[in-house]
């Protein structure tokens, strides 16, 4: 979808910034559209990307350029290819290796100026959900009726196939407090040179916050994780990917209350603006105008708390017409320029 006419599209709708997937979740879908999000089941949603084929520093400045040369600026890349990083998140014995890929990679993102990497530290990923009707007017979304607790097959880690050659059968269980301590090796390792590359990593919650999701822990699954995923690796770099859809289906806590801690400690890189109605483990995707969550309020705390970095729209329901995303995204992105607006005219007037 990195094409010269999605970025006027961007534009158009009044961006400013961008944050971009080089991940193909997408590739095994190719035929029945490649722009709806993909939902997979016990196979997952298919084959991840080679191991050895690290984006290079050429293509990372290239984009970076082609971007800029729109009038945006590409502010993050989010989520790193499963294939590039499973044996961290499965402690398995190609960690090391892998882990010098990430450092390298994050090295190449801070030298094209790239100054964010979102990721999700999780073993099944997004997964466990279902696709239907659910928006306004039957707009299709996604939505989950129930944990799936299938087990995650072996070769097979953020719900893609990492190793198509993997023995059948389940893999190994983990225990919570063991995943905490692959994401405190992870952050040990990668954050001193994500500082000096002056590249932020930012975490996203588990996304459907379940605290088991196909047998495997979740690390943040209520808003309270967040601060400990922070306190267990102090660092400017170590920040959060705030997923406003996400914090809202946790069956604990408080979005609003989440938004204002968590902004107030500067801890926020980007935002993901979605809204939700229902909670874990049933809840529904909608337009940002029918959810639970009071957008508006959340802009308010947000711009109380002086926020100023990047909000952009997660996933939005399809629209029926013959674009069905691009009229899900424009209509999300209208909604966040006509608030953002509104807020800066109140502001103003005020100043007066
Ligand atoms: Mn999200």
Redesign the pocket.
Known sequence: MLTEDNFRFARQCGATHLVVHLTDYFSRRASSGRDNQPVGGEEGWGPAGDPDRLWTFEELSDLKRQVRAHGLELYAIENFDPAFWYDILLDGPKKFQQMENLKELVRRAGRAGIPCIGYNFSLAGVCSRIEGPFARGGALSVGMDGVDQTPVPKGMVWNMVVDAGAEKGPQPTVTTESFWQRLAWFLKELLPVAEEAGVVLAA?PD?PPAQIVRQTPRLVYKPDLYQKLLDLAPSPSNQLEF?L??LAEMAEGDVYEATDRYSRQKKIAYI?F?NVRGKVPRYHEVFLDEGDVDMFRILAILNKNQYDGVLIP?HTPQMTCAAPWHAGMAYAMGFMRAAIQQIEKTESRNRE
């Open positions: 996203h996304d997923c859809g996400t993901h979605r997660d």
